[in-house]
C-alpha cells in the first residue's frame, strides 16, 4: 500500500507538470515541469525523499522494459531510418563520448572542489 501511496503523490506532480505544458505556452515539455517540480519540493522539504523513495526505485527497476515500446516503433520505422542509419550512428557515437567525457569532468570539478573546500574549515 505505502508504493502505492508514493506513486500517486509522483502521478500528482506529473499531472500538475501536463497542466503546466497546457496553461504555458513555452517549448517545455510536461516531464521536465514534473522533474522540476519534484526537485523543488525535495529541495524545499515539502516532500521528503521517504515519501517518494520506493515507487522511485521501483521505476528505475523497471525503466529497461519501457523502452521496448521505441525500439519496436523503430523497427517498424526502418525503411525510413535505413537510408540515414550511417549519419545517426556517428552521432549517437560522438554525443555519447562528449556526454561521457563532460559528465567526467563536472564529476571530478565537483569531487576536487568539495575536497579543497573540506581542508579549509
Do not use: C, N
Amino acid at each position: 500500500m505505502k508504493i502505492l501511496k508514493q506513486f500517486g503523490i509522483i502521478l500528482l506532480i506529473t499531472f500538475v507538470g501536463e497542466v503546466l505544458k497546457t496553461l504555458l505556452p513555452l517549448p517545455i515539455p510536461a516531464s521536465i515541469y514534473g522533474m522540476v517540480i519534484l526537485l523543488i519540493a525535495l529541495i524545499s522539504g515539502v516532500l521528503k525523499l521517504e515519501s517518494v523513495k520506493l515507487a522511485g526505485d521501483f521505476m528505475i527497476e523497471i525503466m529497461p522494459i519501457l523502452f521496448v515500446p521505441a525500439a519496436v516503433g523503430l523497427l517498424d520505422s526502418w525503411g525510413q531510418l535505413k537510408p540515414i542509419l550511417i549519419p545517426a550512428a556517428v552521432i549517437t557515437v560522438v554525443i555519447t563520448v562528449l556526454v561521457m567525457v563532460v559528465t567526467g569532468r563536472v564529476t571530478q570539478a565537483i569531487i576536487h572542489h568539495e575536497k579543497v573546500g573540506s581542508k579549509h574549515e
